[in-house]
């Protein structure tokens, strides 16, 4: 257990890392965006405002300060949680985004239940079949996966909303006007994942312990279940960064094609407005779920393979890769 | 006796292949039956097909294939499950892959228990402990509740076992049930499972060692390409073989008495054996610790000294874990030893560096168990032998005339230059390794397991070209292996190590004969001999 | 080359005319991609436009084939920037000592914290929008990940046997890297990169149906897709095969990409 605890620990160590990176990223880019920082920081070449703005701008961020003071005071900002202020919205940016998240939590959650549920559905229904049947399932599997987003949205809307017209084409809420934009975002990774699950069932359904469990009389969804998935699972879980990044840029996409709210249209409208706060501070939220998920995943592995719990934690570094 | 288990005439092919073809045999109530043969002799198809595992596009037929009289043709799957676990028994080689290495060995029991019994879960918990303890678990309580991994392969196998005789069942088939386990331990498992043989029980062995299955057989049938060649009780298998196949299986393998002859029937090239010339290597005190995974460095050899004469065969046994590899790695300059020192013909490793160190590497080559790991998966055998040449500096144009002249050393011939290591067969494999060794003309070669993932009657081929590499060259061996018997034919000296030390050493004659150590003594009467049970 | 499934043939097949149609468009269609014809806007497909054509009259078909070379662009270009970066950065990691491997890891790590649409995005803030800030931008953040692999790689082979043997022979270090470590890395990291290119495209055409790759009227699947959302009730054909046009390409890319994987591990099927 002390192990387990000191492997946590690593964790929590090096996500810090990599927060402490993506702030200092976040600096970075707003230090060597071509022209005056302040500039930058309310919009840009483009935008016009006010000598009181910069005024205001300047004294806020400290630029008039030396680099090392503003980066410490960046460091500190960003660490209380201060992600500076929209000068497109005019208010905090974590205020931004916290009126948006709802929207896109309930938005990302659907969509990783539908493909989830979908993929570890056909793979154990489909792996080592015959060989029509992984054929079709391949087959499905590799049209979902190489179909964006934002064409099966169209396609989707098409057929539901403009087609048979069962379905609302926008909108952010109720059930119904989720159901189009989970499938959209789900799909295509549902169909990544079936393809990864899918392979790594086929290779384990292969391994001498699960011959031996056939051999003790064991039913062939019985043997799936108890041995065979939990094996399958853990290259999945390693894809965590693959799942995040396709779920919360998916997120951006959908919410544009479908006019939902949500974090999405909100980082869309400020890259329109060159609003380097907002992008900067959903980019390091998006840093920050990433380091979360990571911890989870590593407590995840834990659970699916007790003997992690034995090694130190060093060698937690084993089951990583194949990202 | 009533037979259990009848086959007659069954013929297993996947697609157009057919790997089984025609055989017939029978197990009696009671008594144990081996199948043996070598890699794809069809052996383990058969066993999987008597339950109903034949594998995926397999068409199985048979004249008759029954079971305590049912026809065992007509199963459905629900059948099947009945009978597997719950009336055979089944026992896959290395337990540490066969048995769910995610999950508690217990659970593994449970399982059966729970598919073939009507106990409840608290007399299932009982039962596990019982059963792992009528298998020699001791502990049986804590083991139940640990992972395969947390169990030495012995005590694995014996809990693999367990799974196996928890349904009651009236045959059990073990498929290599000792292959993967040091000596020692492939001795107390084998005198398990021949307990486990009573009235009621039989037993179907199948292996590739002939040794282990005279242990424990009453009857034997020889499998070659998918067909029975011959079969009968134990003694007169081994002691009058009838067939050529039988006899020649026999004698190629390497045991005490075999010793300065030939197996694989090959005519010995000319000449006599040398005599041990100079000394070539000189290993004084090493010691090498390293840090474990839980961060506790430990000694993985320990003070171990020797010499290596030109011509001469210095073998090193030990069971897994005992220090031979990490031994062979020092001696080759490899691994830095902690303290001591290597002398490759005068000069110490931990004099030399840059260019001289790699001018002194000729000296000593090397060969690996796997020799396909042991080539760049991209290189022809033609290229492979022509960078060992240029590394032993000989002229570009000798190189193509040098490297045939290596391949007819080991017996192939300009015709395998093309080929890709895959292409060839393990043997050729080991070969083509030989022959790189061999390229810049060395004093040394270590032997690291060359023979340990060969077939019987290639291991044989090896042997003996390594024999007459031997004569012909004077080139020294250092040979690492586990199989006492193989060690016992080759070496003209052994050291035998355990835990990182060298526990005794000295002619092979003997340290096998009148062994000293307690542990070299244990050892020895562990060898599986060719004697009929 | 028997025992190729015909599927495979096929990919390949319409990935040469994806390519031949990037190089030299006027060979699949003697239409104007940019020729506005205010009379016959969202027309469906008919004999004189096979894929009908958009608000503007233009002809949908060729705006796809015209479209082609900035896809495909995005798609290589991007995997291209990765793999020449991900490739260096890697090799260095695998090969360098501790700190150098430490160093770059812990940047790859911070790096993988970034999805790469948002990654993209930042940098379009930063530098404005249009194709190749969107080739960079996405050819950027997919360093870190071929980072990763070629260490991956470079280390499992520094530590295979046969590397092992080579220098039992006595060859130098630098020697058995350039000889033996490099060249095996590298193949397994191309047919990767193989399959990137279909994911890159995606990612390329998702920024300019956010508005933000490459600008109207230029011709692009994504940005096709983008004003095609505001027809969907009244012109099916302008938002299915712009987008069919993507799909088909990512899958043929893949099926190329995964063949030449399972040949590579010795297991065609």
Known sequence: MNRVLRLIGWRLLAGAGVLWGAATLSFLVIQFTPGDPAQAIVGGENAAPTPEVIAQVTREYGLDRPWYEQYLSHLGRVLHGDLGTSYRLHEPVTQAIGEQAGATVELALAAAVVALTLSVAVALATARRRRWVRGAASGAELLVASTPSFWLGILLLTVFSFGLRILPATGSHGFRSLILPAFALALPIAGVLGHVLREALEEVLEEPFIV?????????????????LRHALTPLVTMSGYWVGALLGGAVITETLFTRQGIGRLLISAVDAKDLPVVLGVVLLSAGIYVLVNLVVDLLYLVIDPRLREVPAAAGRVVEGAA | MTAVLRVENLRIGFGAGTVVDGISFEVRRGECLALVGESGSGKSVTARTLVGLTGDGATVRADALTFDGRDLTRLRERDWRAIRGGRIGFVLQDALVSLDPLRRVGKEIDEVLAAHTPLSRRARAERIAELLAQVGVPEPGLRARQLPHELSGGLRQRAL??????????????????????VTVQAQVLDLLAKLKSEDRSLLIISHDLAVVSRLADRVAVMKDGRIVEQGPVHQVLRAPAHDYTRSLLAAIPAEHTKGTRLSGTPAPPGERRPPGDVVIRVDAVTKSFRGPDGVARQAVRDVSFTLRAAETVGIVGESGSGK???????????????GSVQVGGQAWSEVTGRDRRALRRSVQVVYQDPLASFDPRYTVAKVLDEALAVAAVPRERRRDRAVELLELVGLD?????????????????????????????????????VSALDVSVQAQVLDLLDDVQRRTGVAYLFISHDLGVVHHACDRVLVMKDGQVVEQGPVETVFTSPEHPYTRELIAAIPRLTAA | ????????????????????AALAPHLFTGQDPLAVDSARTLQPPSAEHLLGTDENGRDVYSRIVFGTRTSLLLGFGAIAIALVGGGLLGVLAGLGNR?????????????????????????????????????????????????RVVRAQTLS??????VEAAHALGL???????????????????????IGVGTALVAGSALSFLGLGTPPPEPEWGSMLSTARNFISRAWWYGVFPGAAITLTVISVTVVGRWLRLRSEGRTS
């Open chain 2, 414 to 450: 300009a015709r395998h230059l093309p080929r890709r290591p895959l292409q060839l067969s393990g043997g050729q494999r080991q070969r083509v390794a030989v022959a790189r060794a061999l390229a810049p003309r060395p004093a040394v070669i270590v032997c690291d397991e060359p």
């Open chain 1, 212 to 228: 031996s469990a056939r051999t003790r009389g064991l039913a062939d969804l019985t043997v799936r279940l108890r041995h065979a």
């Open chain 3, 99 to 147: 700190f150098v491997e430490g160093l770059i890891m812990r940047l790859s790590d911070v790096g993988l914290a970034f999805p790469e649409l948002l990654l993209a995005l930042v940098v379009i803030t930063v530098a404005g929008g249009g194709t190749w800030n969107a080739l960079v931008a996405i050819g950027v953040a997919n360093i870190p990940n071929y980072a």
């Open chain 3, 157 to 162: 082979i520094r530590r295979s046997t046969y």
């Open chain 2, 325 to 339: 590899t990490t031994t062979a790695r020092i001696a080759l300059g490899l691994t830095e030893p902690d303290s």
């Open chain 3, 172 to 194: 130098s270090g630098p020697r058995v890297v350039l000889r033996h470590v490099l060249p095996n890395a590298v193949k397994p990291v191309l047919i990767l990169a193989t």
């Open chain 2, 161 to 182: 076992i367990a799974t196996a005789i928890a349904g009651e069942p009236e045959l059990i088939i073990a498929d290599e049930p000792t292959t993967a386990l040091d």
């Open chain 3, 1 to 20: 080359m028997k025992g190729i499934r015909p599927g495979v043939w096929l990919a390949a097949l319409v990935l040469v005319l994806l390519v031949a």
